[in-house]
């Protein structure tokens, strides 16, 4: 069965960098696009980055946008989220998501959630 599990959560001062990843098993990582949600605190769930099956298009969230680095590699069937200039606000449990395409969560929306990593951004 599909099985998303993310890691490299943790605390982290503001300013600092952290790169979460997800290794994913179960189905074809090359053929679906993927995508990293999160959920600060006491509130909503928060698209941050979307990529293509293949790796050539990349789509982020305008708060993280400069930010942050979504990549992919298929020969290890692993999402990465790379994350600069952290803010307080980026405090939140990050999921690694399938979407249900090859091209991206708005064209056909996401099926598959991994259980997420907490990153506590806080000095």
């Known amino acids: 069965q599909v099985q998303l599990v993310e890691s490299g959560g943790g605390l982290v001062q503001p300013g600092g960098s952290l790169r979460l990843s997800c290794a994913a098993s179960?189905?074809?990582?090359?053929?679906?696009?993927m995508s990293w949600v999160r959920q600060a605190p006491g509130k909503g769930l928060e698209w941050v980055s979307d990529?293509?099956?293949?790796?050539?298009?990349?789509y982020y969230a305008d708060s993280v946008k400069g930010r942050f680095t979504i990549s992919r590699d298929n020969a290890k069937n692993t999402l990465y989220l790379q994350m600069n200039s952290l803010k307080p606000e980026d405090t939140a449990v990050y999921y690694c998501?399938?979407?249900?395409?090859?091209?991206?969560?708005?064209?056909?929306?996401?099926?598959?959630w991994g259980k997420g990593t907490l990153v506590t951004v806080s000095s």
């Open positions: 179960g189905f074809t990582f090359s053929s679906y696009a």
């Open positions: 990529i293509n099956n293949s790796g050539g298009s990349t």
């Open positions: 998501v399938k979407d249900r395409t090859m091209y991206n969560a708005a064209t056909g929306g996401m099926d598959y």
